[in-house]
């Protein structure tokens, strides 16, 4: 083992770059997306890119592990290079990095990993592996309108459904989530049973508009019991068990989907608005791609409106997977001292409830 290069001293003492001057460079790779994007204490975001691996997973009908990996093997570098290229920056004025170092798929998170890890290493700047979720849950900061801490954060994305009481960064209580499908697969997995191909959220929620509201009444799971956890696989096969008895039907696709948004919209926004009341927190922050259901988005509104609360979201792109969260994630633990060994952390599983603010 070498001892590490340090370039600066901890930023913000006498002779490194203050906070507000840092600059992180973050790598997103758990999934199918392969993401960069560099962000600076004092200026924000300085720019970010995502390329999605959809097409090449869609005749497949789900993403394959091995093909996620290989594509970020060839997109990251060139990327980061594309990336530093359009802020106007040299590899001599990245201060860290931050890279995605779990949960996620393990081939795909290694790719980011190393070479987020060997990166720094070469620029003898500090690295840290930052939790995926932690992105999400930070990423409505990104924006202009930065919600304040503490907040109650909804995150539903393709592979996961939680209520977190986020008090600052690194201070996160997770309050429920899904004991089995997440919201985004759950949708996913149905809109399959409906012939609408990969990926499916999008689909149903298109097809839901020209569904009959009422016309299928699907079960609202979890919501007779106390407790913030949810449940969605019982769905897609109460859909399964009615579009058989609807034969040949042709409006029962239409009418499946919408019962089934409803379902699980109706599930969320309960339960949101009930942690909203447990916690007295006046800020939802919905983190995750099926934030983008407008359906969602409106019940969710008039949910916080009743417990004098708003609703807050990152713009579309950071709602889905991306580096900017990652960035600024690794911005704010940086920033604060944190710092990390030399060793490549990648962690398919791993529980946000481990994750400790930088410093304690
Ligand atoms: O956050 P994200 O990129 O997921 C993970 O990487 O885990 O979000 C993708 C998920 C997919 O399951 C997709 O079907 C769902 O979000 N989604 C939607 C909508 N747009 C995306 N679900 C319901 N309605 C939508 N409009
Ligand atoms: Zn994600």
Redesign the pocket.
Known sequence: MYPQKIKSPPPGSAAGPHPRRLRTLGLETS?DETAVAVYEGEAGLLAHRVYTQTDLHEIWGGVVPELASRDHVRRLLPMIRALLAEAGLAAADVDGVAYTAGPGLIGALLVGATVGRCLAYAWGVPALGIHHLEGHLLAARLEADVPPFPYLALLV????TMLVDVRGVGDYRVLGESLDDAA??A??KTAKLLGLGY????R??ALAETGRPGAYRLPRPMLDRPGFDFSFSGLKTAVLLALRAAGADPAAPADLARAFEDAVVETLATKAGRALAATGRTTLVVA???G???RLRARLAEVAAAQGARTAYPRAEF???NAAMIALAGHERLAAGERAGLAVVARARWPLAELKPPGA
């Open positions: 999934c994305s393709g592979g996961h985004g697969e949708f996913d990926p499916g959220g999008p149903l929620a995750g791609g099926v983008a259901n407008l709602c889905t997977d």
